[in-house]
């Protein structure tokens, strides 16, 4: 979104094809019967000035979260430091993590300044009989087996997607060899982690009476070797606030266990947050999401790649880490490139 706001702006006629149902990819929330759960990205940091400035188009969506004091935990929950590696404001996207880049989609489409279709997977990429040197991409709804489409006209292509997933187009199209062998190329040294999440709901907690359920914190990292992160979903900006918390798994644990069955990953991350936090109350909602790319650990090293040959490009926030901030750089600078 971040690059197809910057083609837009530059004039180009844009169109987005999101695969899944709404924005924001790992900027995602899930809604329940209990509240919202931030399940991917937990907040953001702001340190581009432009990232800044574009915060500043929707200031009601981009809110601070006191919760930026971040815990550091050991593997009994003790408390061994009170603050981040780094003193700076955390924020969240309210009133959920996807809603940034659902206001910043939606502003596009309403402008007219670009089309959006959500649910709609891009399967393979081909030239263009009707435009020489542009592409048509052959596209499928998410949920249909087979039922197929092509859109065409295109100038350019960008992928904004993991670098597997990027791989793996470029491998179905045929453009993983001649021009396109050095992007390939160039993706095979990115290595992503994945992550099991966990979501957990106590709403008997809030009743009249009670003492405080767990800690005191909101939010924490932990050297369990099961739980890296742990947050109190009712502590940010404009939540429900039922006790609910997001606790994401250690990389390393969810290599190791990616494809365990989600029954046995949620009880065994239930049994560590209860040691972590000393919450042994049974959850009335208890369920895990997958991640198959989650948090970078070696990143491409540059904003984008681009092909001048193919006119295809690549972004994402991979190529420069795995924060947020640096999954908009990314988009940012290709859209600048290009335009």
């Known amino acids: 979104i971040a690059c197809a706001r910057a083609l837009a702006q530059a004039g180009c006629q844009v169109t987005v094809f999101e695969k899944s149902r709404g924005y924001g990819g790992r900027m995602a929330t899930r809604q329940t019967e209990f509240g919202s759960f931030d399940h991917g990205a937990q907040y953001f940091t702001v340190r581009d000035e432009r990232f800044a400035q574009a915060l500043q188009d929707t200031p009601d969506v981009a ?16 408390v061994v430091a009170d603050a981040p590696l780094r ?55 998410a ?50 982690a994945p992550c099991w999440t966990l979501m957990l709901a106590f709403p008997n907690a809030m009743q009249p009476g009670l ?8 939010a924490a990292r932990s050297t369990h070797h099961r739980i890296s992160w742990l947050a109190r979903e009712g502590s940010k900006p404009r939540r429900e606030h039922i006790e609910r918390w997001t606790v994401q798994a250690s990389p390393a644990w969810s290599a190791e266990h990616i494809g ?46 681009w092909s001048p040959e193919l006119n295809l490009g690549v972004c994402g926030d991979w190529c420069l880490g795995h924060r947020v901030e640096d999954a908009f750089v990314s988009g940012l600078e290709l859209g600048l490139a290009i335009a």
């Open 87 to 141: 003193r700076e404001a955390h924020y969240v996207a309210a009133p959920g993590m996807n809603a940034l880049v659902r206001t910043w989609a939606q502003a596009l489409a309403a402008q007219g300044s670009a089309q959006v279709q959500l649910h709609t997977r891009v399967v393979r990429i081909s030239a263009d009989p009707i435009h020489p040197g542009g592409w048509q991409l052959h596209t499928q709804d």
């Open 260 to 305: 365990d069955a989600p029954e046995r990953v949620t009880a065994k991350l239930l049994k560590a947050f209860a040691e972590v936090t000393g919450i042994r109350a049974e959850p009335s909602h208890a369920v895990v999401h997958r991640w198959l790319y989650a948090q970078t650990q070696t990143p491409l090293g540059q904003p984008y790649l």
């Open 211 to 218: 003492p405080h359920l767990g800690p005191q914190w909101n």
């Open 143 to 192: 949920n249909a087996e087979g039922a197929q489409s092509v859109a065409g006209g295109f100038d350019q292509v960008v992928l904004a997607m993991p670098h597997p997933q990027v791989l793996e187009l470029l491998q179905a199209s045929g453009l993983d060899q001649g021009a396109g062998q050095g992007i390939a190329q160039a993706l095979s040294a990115v290595t992503v």
């Open 63 to 78: 809110v601070p979260w006191s919760a930026n004091s971040v815990r550091v935990l050991d593997a009994l929950g003790h």
